[in-house]
């Protein structure tokens, strides 16, 4: 019987993570098979079993720590890695990498060929990661500590997937310009107050929105957005948002009132 580091046992935590999670979304079995085979519990030392595979956010460090985060609730997860669809060697860009245990599902996603790059806007929070990766065995797991919403050091294209685990209010210009052509984009949306984790396709030269779904996220920790932030999102009258790279003009011309998913419609962003 395995146990976390109290002696509590571990194996029916995670067999109730998982029917929690499945009551709400169907995982696909390659993101299922990634939460079976994590050890949650060993990248939240001192933490309950209870607390590792439980639906809730766990805090990190103390709440009066400046630099403290918390861990992604598994349904939030489940929700991104099925949206994302990352297949084995693929190299994923994930903003938000502490406390390493998305990353670590990601790692599991892409396996021995693939490579998983974590950014994390703190520096006690990156080492941290680092530190909590390496003792686990997520060795193909790269932990930056960067602000993932500022300029990047990797070159145009050069990541399949772009997965943010915390929510923004705007799509950072360097997230689109290391996604290559064909490439998935996954990320938490947050205006108005309404907050949807949203799937994306590049294409030569726009971004093409898919599948949704409407899930309160933490926010992402960031500077401010290049190009406006949230005065370049727009609501669809769909409820979905469109991101726009335009003038007041053309702004006022896409009014929410006058943008309409029609059947065979695709919601379309000019890069």
């Not at 079976?36 to 079993?49: C, D, Q, V, Y």
């Not at 766990?58 to 990352?86: F, I, K, R, S």
């Not at 396709?201 to 409407?214: F, I, P, Q």
């Not at 726009?244 to 009014?255: K, V």
Request: hydrophobic residues 45%; contains cysteine; negative net charge.
């Amino acid at each position: 019987m395995r146990t976390n580091a109290l002696g509590e046992p571990v194996e029916a935590q995670r067999r109730r993570m998982l029917a929690q999670m499945e009551g709400r979304v169907q995982l696909a079995l390659s993101v299922r098979a990634a939460f079976e085979n994590l050890e949650r519990h060993l990248l939240l030392p001192g933490r309950s079993a209870a607390d590792a595979y439980g639906p809730d956010p766990v805090p990190v460090v103390d709440a009066g720590d400046t630099e403290g985060c918390a861990t992604t609730p598994p349904l939030v997860q489940g929700h991104l890695l099925n949206l994302a669809g990352v297949r084995l060697g693929q190299r994923v860009l994930l903003a938000g990498g502490a406390p390493g245990i998305t990353a670590s599902l990601l790692e599991h996603l892409v396996g021995p060929t693939g490579e998983v790059v974590a950014l994390e806007s703190s520096g006690m929070l990156a080492g941290r990661t680092r530190l909590m990766l390496a003792a686990t065995g997520h060795d193909r797991v790269r932990v930056h500590h960067l602000d993932a919403t500022g300029e990047l050091p990797f070159a145009k294209g050069e990541f399949d997937v772009v997965v943010s685990a915390g929510s923004v209010p705007g799509i950072p210009p360097e997230w689109w310009r290391v996604l290559r052509v064909g490439g998935r984009m996954v990320l938490p949306l947050r205006i108005g107050g309404h907050c949807r984790i949203t799937s994306f396709v590049r294409e030569e030269d726009r971004l093409v929105a898919g599948e949704w779904v409407a899930y309160d996220v933490a926010p992402l920790r960031w500077k401010e957005l290049p190009g406006g932030g949230a005065d370049q999102l727009v609501p669809l009258a769909d409820g979905r948002l469109l991101h726009l790279d335009c003038t007041d003009a053309a702004r006022t011309l896409l009014a929410a009132e006058t943008v309409t998913d029609l059947p065979g419609a695709r919601l379309v962003i000019g890069l």
